[in-house]
């Protein structure tokens, strides 16, 4: 057998990544794993979170030390993070799916790479820029206008930031898969009498449908993810579930960056192991939504693979 | 197709990205072989300037290590981290104690009071700053950490109502709002603290800090100390579990509090005393404050000190103490200490010697109003002094 150092090198460059992630996986588990046992079912149930007091001596529960009357409770949080997602998905679909076909469609192929770029330009705006654009335009918009209450801040602002954030790689990845439909099927659907309308509707959309619900996974990831801008406008809600639009939420990932430092000043560590704990609740539902992606990329639903 | 080939290579970049971390969509885009072909010629180019880069690099580090040798004398580096209310007032102290002692080497970041104490226990860094004193756990835990003041500061309670600039507000008055007891403006509660003023029939929207706070931890020790109620079930911290109150929110850092105020009409909120020029220019007023002897105060210079020199006496050795809701008549309630978190038994002499040399010039140069006022901070008084110097002296 012959060494092959490309080979090799190369290999072990590769094996970087999946090591880093099982080592970040490994890091969560063992690191969560008092707070596992500590919070048992309720933590992904229960709604009230408390940090406990500090300041006063641990209690020892179940042989685990703990701050007296800490609870970990984070169902408002989960809710916090689905609700704004799934908002924003809404809101950004239609948007994104009008400005694909738009760019497809409509705009003479000389305009059209200036204006997808600049959809594109929309994807690598850093999010904290979009956080104060919400803070400084959205939020006053939303508390003079709209809440009944006159409060801005919460799930409406943060789920139209989310939206916007999201729109441009919804869109960017439809008009890609619309660029690649066969010119053939478009200028038969057009020679049978169809009208621009039947034709985008009928002959277009059905074959790019997989690529637009991968492109919407996508997004949804990276909307649960979404931290910075979130936090900054979402009102940062705790130990109550949002009943409006108007409501103020948290979502996970913003959440947990606004406790680390309490948590830290924990003589127990109790309170950043269950932070570890939502970190790694996140880790799954993203997870989950990948793996989702990943099934409906490979062809399980798609329509063009029937015969 | 052709289409897809004229456009922009940056957009490209950016596709082939989303496509490689989301494998199995590629097969959608069968114009990648082509698009490919500019990446690596990009990368070409690009590792050609990285070489030369490199050399540069090389030289510029050969030649700084050269200049190094001419400074032999150079004191051990210290690291600061924590606080961010302290972080504007460390960064004018390292300017000022660097112009003295030309050698120092002094690092500030700012991370949150919690980090700083966890970083300083660690021993990851030098001093750590924080708005709250250690626990009694964590000194059990670490016998050698010690918490010095090192200056005053204070916190207001900010209101946006239209047309008030004169509103008196109680501990109680402020944990009822807080949980959601007190609702409305023309609660009988607030009217009877406010004899004549027009009390508008609108809810109150209570903001709170999102992050943890030193301000959070104040705010909480008042009610606590205040509110029987609130100081058997919420207590105190620099995060708590705010009650569930409707409409209620939650905004990041100091700053963030005066805009989330600003923005909303009729909403409460608490602030440091360093954003105090910010929350006025925000058309905030500040509210009287009842305090231990049942006077109204607001915070000023002088019922800040009345507040800091009533606690002067009664501060223990340890300085580990709470100085708000202090007596005094015209004492105002809401005071804070602010800390340096450091380890008494250091690694080396040298390192506790630079230590010490810092630390005591900062609590008396830098206690100068030159320094202070830039920040709203107060210096403090001369026996806590005197105890924080005695402190200084135990690090070795």
Redesign the interface.
Known sequence: MTIRPFRLSVLTLSLFIPAALCAVVLFLVIYSGQAILFNGLHFITDI????G??????VTVNGISVPS?A?YGIWVFIAGTLASSTIAILIAVPLSVGAAIFLAEAVS?KI??IL??LV?LI??IPSVVFGLWG?AVL??FI?HYLSP??????LLAASIVLALMITP?IA??LL??L??VPRENRESAFALGATHFEVVAKAMMPM?R??LV?GIV?ALGRALGETMAV??VS??????LP?SL???I?TIASFV?????????D??NMSVRALSEVALVLFVITLAV?AA??LL??GALNVRNRK | ?S??C???P??IV??FN?CQ?????SR????FSTQGHHIRNAHVKFSTTLRRTGVAALAIASLAGFTGQAHAQVDVPLVESGSSLLYPLFNLWVAGYTADHPSADITTTS?????G??QSIKGLINIGASD?YL????VK?NPTMLSIPLAISSQAINYNLPGITNLKLSGPILAGIYEGKITQWNDPAIAAANPGVNLPG??I?PV?R???SGDTFIFTQYLSASDAGWGSTI??????????????????GNS?MV??AA????SIAYIGVSFADQAAKAGLGAAELKNKAGNYVLPTEDTISEAASSVANSTPADERVSIVYSAGANAYPIVIYEYAIVNSSQKAPAVAEAIRTFLSWAITEGNDQSYLKQVHFLPLPATVQALSAAQINKIQ
Not at chain 1, 48 to 51: F, G, S, V
Not at chain 1, 53 to 58: E, G, V
Not at chain 2, 21 to 25: S, V
Request: hydrophobic share 35%; proline share 6%; net charge negative.
């Open positions: 009230n979170w408390n940090l007091d500090l300041y006063d001596d641990p009357g609870n192929p059209r790479p997808s770029l594109e994807a690598v803070i939020v006053p508390s209450t006159g409060n801005g801040y919460g790689i960017s990845t890609d898969a660029m690649q790019v997989t690529t991968g996508l936090l900054m009102g940062g809600g705790i130990n109550i009943d108007f409501s103020p948290s960056v606004s406790q680390l430092d309490s948590a830290q000043a003589p127990t990948n992606a990943k990329a490979s | 197709m289409q897809n004229n456009r922009n940056v957009a950016t596709l989303y971390d989301h494998a199995g969509r959608y885009l069968t114009g991370t949150g009071s919690g980090a104490i966890a709250a626990s009694d756990t964590v835990k609108h809810v929207i709170h999102l992050d943890g207590k105190f911290g620099t995060a708590v579990s705010w009650p569930a109150v409707s409409g209620g929110i939650g905004a990041n963030g805009t989330a923005a909303n009409p009729y």
